[in-house]
């Protein structure tokens, strides 16, 4: 199968497996409020922790070549990736919706979402090729380009089977607090399982279906650039090569839809207020421009970039978890613009 179709299909079971596990970082981060639910938190973690432990294995078994992959190549710096984190994380919490929850919650009705997408994408490609580009450069000036990955760092600094420990340590910690889920709600965690796995998944189709006479970028599942890209794709499909990173935009999409009308779940929304519109605006915006900077948004380094134990994608996540942080605590009741919750 080509990687399209495959791309289609992966997209697919995320997207159904995120919507009826409702997969969110910003709704298991609000979850730490006092008296909060941490079943989400707990479901992320546990995504964290299948990914990176089939992503790994699948390189050991050389299903892929993480030494190729984007998070590890990538140059960018990390005070540029650090901020850029931050601003996503704010831009996730005034949309009340990261890219990929709100691709999921437009395949199950609400419309609110797709204004997130439109102006995330628009400010993806601005930052790209458009009028922020000179603004992105600016910011990606602070601090000289760097690369490296955990098990690096660690035999850099002599201690022995650094892989085995970068493995172990984040797997045991990020396993020790996912358990309860087990117990607690096994769909979510079932559905937690299933999203982690697309991401090797990810990193096995774009490394099997490679062309050595026209090479491209090992990737996995991120839903910042590859929105942009979907939108120009859209527009100029005629123009343009369709590819892995917009199957999987589109697979998303029709498997949360699919699993919206399965389950019954599927409710028409909109905006209830211009505050609503606001929000959706300025954060899909925010997130858009971020991402980019970030290299990726929460699941394309939250899980994609973690599960290649890239030190750069550390750093990222935890700009992310900051920028929400801050943005839960200025805007402690954020407008339902994605419904996250």
């Known amino acids: 199968m080509s990687a399209v179709a495959l791309g289609l299909v992966l997209g697919a079971v995320f997207g159904a497996a995120a919507g009826t596990g409702r997969f969110c970082l910003l709704r298991g981060l609000k979850g730490l409020r006092p008296g909060g639910d941490l079943t ?50 704010l831009g996730m919490v005034l ?25 995330l994408g628009l400010a993806a490609q601005a930052t790209l090729t458009g009028v922020l580009a000179p603004l992105r450069m600016a910011v990606q000036q602070m601090g000289s380009p760097s690369t490296g990955s955990l098990p690096q ?126 929000g959706a605006t300025f954060g899909g915006v925010l997130m858009g421009f971020g991402g980019v900077l970030a290299l990726g948004c929460s699941i394309g380094q939250g899980l994609s970039g973690f599960s290649t134990l890239s030190l750069g994608s550390l750093v990222a996540l935890a700009g992310i978890v900051a920028g929400a942080a801050v943005g839960l605590s200025l805007f402690p009741h954020p407008s339902p613009a994605g419904a996250t919750t």
């Open 95 to 119: 949309a009340n919706a990261c890219g990929a929850r709100a691709l999921v919650l437009l395949g199950g009705g609400n419309l609110r979402s797709l204004l997130v997408l439109l102006c």
């Open 40 to 89: 989400a938190l707990r479901a992320f973690a546990l995504a964290m922790v299948v990914a990176l432990l089939a992503t790994q294995t699948l390189n050991l078994a050389g299903g892929t070549d993480l030494g190729a992959a984007m998070p590890l190549r990538a140059s960018n710096p990390w005070p540029s990736m650090l901020t850029g984190g931050v601003i996503f994380g």
């Open 153 to 278: 760092l660690l035999a850099s600094a002599g201690l022995g089977f650094p892989l085995a420990l970068s493995v172990a340590a984040p797997a045991l910690l990020l396993g020790l607090f996912a358990l309860p889920l087990l117990r607690r709600s096994p769909l979510e965690a079932m559905m937690a399982a299933i999203v982690g796995l697309t991401v090797a998944g990810g990193w096995w189709i774009t490394f099997a279906t490679d062309d050595p006479f026209d090479p491209r970028p090992l990737t996995s599942i991120s839903f910042v650039g590859p929105v942009g890209e979907s939108l120009l794709w859209t527009m100029l499909a005629t123009g343009r090569q369709l590819g892995f990173a917009v199957a999987v935009i589109g697979g998303t999409l029709a498997g949360a839809f699919a699993a919206a009308i399965l389950t019954r779940s599927f409710r028409p929304e909109s905006f209830g207020s211009p505050r609503q519109m606001l």
